[in-house]
């Protein structure tokens, strides 16, 4: 039958990955159309419609995936990219989750003072990776530190992006540099500055590193008049590469707070030992922030002692999918029932998956190429003494951490 494509692509993108990956072998006009960016963004939003999705974990030197059956409410392990070097001296980081692909950081300490670091392109279900060129401050400059990474997708150019953001100072003050990567064009340009007094964050929250319409969040802190609370959400749209801020809700001063995604939207939820609170973003305007509160889980009354958790996803029947690390430090799969406060375990991992439940992420499986042909590998992973250096000291936020820990308090 001669169907029109739009037709045909209607159809396909209901179809298993294993499916189209054979179908590109039909002939080369199928080929061409099974690789066009458009289609794989469409087939990525219908899997999103439907509810499907994989789960991602990282822990010091290992970074394993998982297949989440919603139907079945099952969680089964797909793949463990084991790292070749077990030393302390490095360490991977998961710093971003769209459309299917990952953005990875390899940090490598050269010594007690300098460490080397590798930005990867990754999609964890062909396995293909690419390595980026380092951002113009990669190299060691004074009184400069690494802030964060964000990763996404401008739908105007059809290309993906990673902004980072670094802190700079000029005597007392200090400002925000912006670099912009663009995967087409495979570099990094300059693009904004911000004023701002410290930009502290969270600094290994996974999920809230999932762009949200468009733009990326990180809790942030700027003293400024006008703004009732020293921290904040610092946006970043992609479309405009503009920079702006959204007031957080009142928190309780001891509490944690943190990010992720549910359903689509921008949450933030705060804990302490004894309760989690959620509250989605309704209204992401810098002039009228609307938050809503979700819901409220008893810790340790359904869980005893938890050493942490983190909100994976909303699912279809409203219950939601949590990792949580509990005393025994090993990481548990579950569903909560926050309309009769019940919850039930589905997948409890052994103690090769010890870490802390922050780092568990939400991704959606893809077809789409790097158009590298290389693969996850020791290669992708080396640094090179050439390599542009950077003071330890520097990259590590307040908790002496490169990359390691849980939320900051934050205090309003």
Not at 23 to 50: G, H, I, T
Not at 112 to 122: A, P
Not at 228 to 233: R, V
Request: hydrophobic share 35%; with cysteine; charged share 25%.
């Amino acid at each position: 039958m001669n169907l029109p494509w739009d037709i045909l692509s209607d159809i396909l993108i209901r179809l298993p990955l294993k499916s189209l990956a054979r179908f590109r072998c039909v002939n080369q006009s199928w080929s061409n159309q099974l690789k066009c960016p458009k289609f794989l963004k469409a087939r990525n939003d219908y899997a999103v419609e439907m509810g499907k999705f994989n789960l991602m974990f990282h822990n010091h030197n290992d970074v394993y995936t998982f297949s989440y059956d919603s139907s079945l409410s099952t969680c089964e392990e797909l793949s463990h990219v084991e790292y070749f070097d077990k030393s302390n001296k490095k360490q991977i980081e998961v710093l971003g989750c769209c459309n299917g692909l990952v953005l990875l950081r390899h940090i490598y300490m050269l010594n007690d003072t300098s460490l080397s670091f590798v930005l990867i392109l990754w999609n964890p279900t062909t396995n293909e990776c690419k390595r980026l060129p380092n951002p113009p401050v990669g190299k060691q400059v004074k009184d400069r530190n690494y802030v964060e990474y964000g990763f996404g997708y401008d739908e105007q150019i059809e290309d993906f992006k990673v902004v980072h953001l670094t802190e700079a100072f000029h005597g007392r003050w200090s400002h925000c540099e912006v670099y912009v990567y663009t995967l087409k064009g495979n570099s990094w340009t300059g693009v904004d500055e911000v004023d701002i007094d410290g930009l502290y964050y969270p600094r290994i929250i996974d999920m809230g590193r999932w762009p949200v319409n468009g733009a990326f969040h990180w809790i942030a802190q700027m003293e400024r008049s006008d703004f009732l609370h020293s921290f904040f959400l610092l946006r970043f749209e992609f479309e405009t590469d503009d920079l702006d801020a959204v007031p957080l809700p009142d928190f309780d001063e001891n509490a944690i707070v943190c990010l992720c995604v549910l359903g689509g939207s921008l949450c933030c939820f705060c804990y302490n030992t004894e309760v989690m609170g959620v509250w989605e973003l309704k209204d992401n305007r810098e002039d009228k922030a609307s938050w809503t509160k979700l819901f409220t889980i008893e810790l340790r009354e359904h869980f005893g002692e938890v050493s942490s958790y983190m909100p994976l996803q909303f699912l279809k029947n409203g219950k939601i999918v949590l990792g949580i690390v509990l005393a025994d430090r090993c990481l548990h799969i579950g569903l909560y029932d926050p309309k009769h406060s019940t919850f039930e375990t589905i997948n409890s991992h052994d103690e090769s998956l010890r870490g802390c439940a922050l780092i568990t992420s939400v991704y959606v499986e893809s077809l789409f190429s790097l158009g590298t042909g290389t693969y996850l590998g020791k290669i992708q992973w080396e640094a090179s003494e050439e390599e542009d250096l950077i003071d330890s000291s520097e990259e590590d936020n307040e908790d002496g951490n490169t990359g390691g820990g849980g939320g900051r308090r934050i205090k309003n």
